[in-house]
T-cell receptor
Framework: KNEVEQSPQNLTAQEGEFITINCSYS?????LHWLQQHPGGGIVSLFM???GKKKHGRLIATINIQEKHSSLHITASHPRDSAVYIC????????????FGKGTHLIIQP | EAQVTQNPRYLITVTGKKLTVTCSQN?????MSWYRQDPGLGLRQIYY???????DKGDVPEGYKVSRKEKRNFPLILESPSPNQTSLYFC?????????????FGSGTRLTVV
């Protein structure tokens, strides 16, 4: 069973700062997912990665398969980025579902 | 609009009273799954279904049942709810993209069992 570790658990930063959230996993995967959950809200899929790097607006996700590590970066952070960011991995194509990290609670102060 | 719809959003019930949380998707996805989210434990998979009439247990299936009689619907059934099933529940449907499954989640159902 894959173990997924995220760091930090909590992060408070000032508006405009560059944010990095890290995720490591223990067993080889078919894909890694970054999810966003706003307070009281549903879960939104931000990225699905199997290699390399993806960018969407101010969000960048990278993965290093050899090191079993991924990072989520937020450039020019804004208070609306405040949310819980969750890393999840799928194995065997993902047909058996996701294994989740416990999430990183991000607060961006104006 | 492509979406996963869960109902109800909020539910308070009493111990032992059977309930069903519905989940429906309009994207013709084959794969659907249920998760519960608890403070300190994060998200954990309850059940998943790879297609109609094909279901399997996830990590925490005890006390839950599911059915997949048609592709779009995947209800979660609690036949005799107990307080330890108080949780936030999410349904998801998945699509195959470049060899891996991408996920779309419902808005969640907050269940309280008293």
């Amino acid at each position: 069973k894959n173990e997924v570790e995220q760091s930090p658990q909590n992060l408070t930063a000032q508006e405009g700062e560059f944010i990095t959230i890290n995720c490591s996993y223990s067993v080889g995967i078919s894909a890694l997912h970054w999810l966003q959950q706003h307070p009281g809200g549903g879960i939104v899929s931000l990225f699905m990665l199997s290699s390399g790097k993806k960018k969407h607006g101010r969000l960048i996700a990278t993965i290093n398969i050899q090191e079993k590590h991924s990072s989520l970066h937020i450039t020019a952070s804004h208070p609306r980025d405040s949310a819980v960011y969750i890393c999840a991995v799928s194995s065997g194509g993902g047909a058996d579902g996701l294994t989740f990290g416990k999430g990183t609670h991000l607060i961006i102060q104006p | 609009e492509a979406q996963v719809t869960q109902n109800p959003r909020y539910l308070i019930t009493v111990t032992g009273k059977k309930l069903t949380v519905t989940c429906s998707q309009n994207m013709n996805h084959e794969y659907m799954s249920w998760y519960r989210q608890d403070p300190g434990l994060g998200l954990r998979q309850i059940y998943y279904s790879m297609n109609v009439e094909v279901t399997d247990k996830g990590d925490v299936p005890e006390g839950y049942k599911v059915s997949r009689k048609e592709k779009r619907n995947f209800p979660l059934i609690l036949e005799s709810p107990s307080p330890n099933q108080t949780s936030l529940y999410f349904c998801a449907s998945s699509f195959l993209s470049s060899g891996s499954y991408g996920y779309t989640f419902g808005s969640g159902t907050r269940l309280t069992v008293v």
